[in-house]
């Protein structure tokens, strides 16, 4: 089985540009989750979603990041201005269930450079 | 507060030795579950194993055991025989059924093989 897709691999951007980062969960798991790493913060939960609605985005640094699930198998998640402060590796991940019960899958990871 | 604590930062081992990984946690919450994940050079995070609270029992798979002990709210993590390609980054996580789908990520003890 194919496990969480994300698109693109790397991202080098300049800042001031618009960035969009995708990913396909698990094929019947109705929980998604976008994650960012960093050397200074670790991993931290940017916004998660539960059957395509986004449950809770507080995690969401602020109001230049956006994301969308249109449907049960793709969401992205958009950066508009990208800011050199931007630059990580962000994650998205997926679980058949929430609460815990569940491990999340993570995917491969997209490293965006923000220059 | 930090809920999980990965006191270990970097640990090195020379191949063939055993090594063991400490987490622990912090929470109220009498049902949660803990995670253990592996992220090797490459970037993606590998789930390795989740325990509920209510299950004690060690678990072991291989060359990895795990042992948790509520009494002292450890997850500890040991890989016997060590071998190079265990090299990485290992996370420790919890996840409370009262806060629903937060995972709780540790900040990581980078493992290095020598051989």
């Known amino acids: 089985d194919a496990g969480v897709i994300q698109s693109p691999r790397h991202e080098v951007t300049e800042m001031g540009q618009e960035v969009t980062l995708r990913c396909k969960p698990i094929?019947?798991?109705?929980?998604l989750f976008w994650y960012r790493q960093t050397m200074m913060r670790g991993l931290e939960l940017l916004i998660y979603?539960?059957?395509?609605?986004?449950?809770?985005d507080s995690g969401m640094p602020e109001d230049r990041f956006s994301a969308k699930m249109p449907n049960a198998s793709f969401s992205t998640l958009k950066i508009q201005p990208s800011e050199p402060r931007d630059s990580a590796v962000y994650f998205c991940?997926?679980?058949?269930?929430?609460?815990?019960?569940?491990?999340?899958?993570f995917g491969p990871g997209t490293r965006l450079t923000v220059t | 507060a930090q809920k999980v604590t990965q006191a270990q930062t970097e640990i090195s081992v020379v191949e063939k030795e055993d090594v063991t990984l400490d987490c622990v946690y912090e929470?109220?919450?009498?049902?949660?579950?803990l995670f253990w994940y592996k992220q090797p050079p490459s970037g993606e995070l590998v789930f390795l194993i989740r325990?509920?609270?209510?299950?004690?029992q060690n678990e072991i798979s291989g060359r990895y055991s795990w042992n948790f002990q509520k009494s002292t709210s450890s997850f500890n993590f040991t890989i016997t025989a060590s071998q190079v390609v265990d090299s990485a980054v290992y996370f420790c996580?919890?996840?409370?059924?009262?806060?629903?789908?937060?995972?709780?990520f540790g900040t990581g003890t980078s493992l290095t093989v020598i051989p």
């Open positions: 094929s019947g798991h109705d929980y």
């Open positions: 996580a919890l996840s409370e059924a009262q806060t629903g789908n937060q995972f709780y």
């Open positions: 991940a997926s679980s058949l269930l929430g609460g815990g019960r569940n491990e999340q899958y």
């Open positions: 979603f539960n059957n395509n609605v986004p449950i809770d």
């Open positions: 325990r509920n609270s209510f299950d004690e």
């Open positions: 929470t109220r919450d009498t049902t949660y579950y």
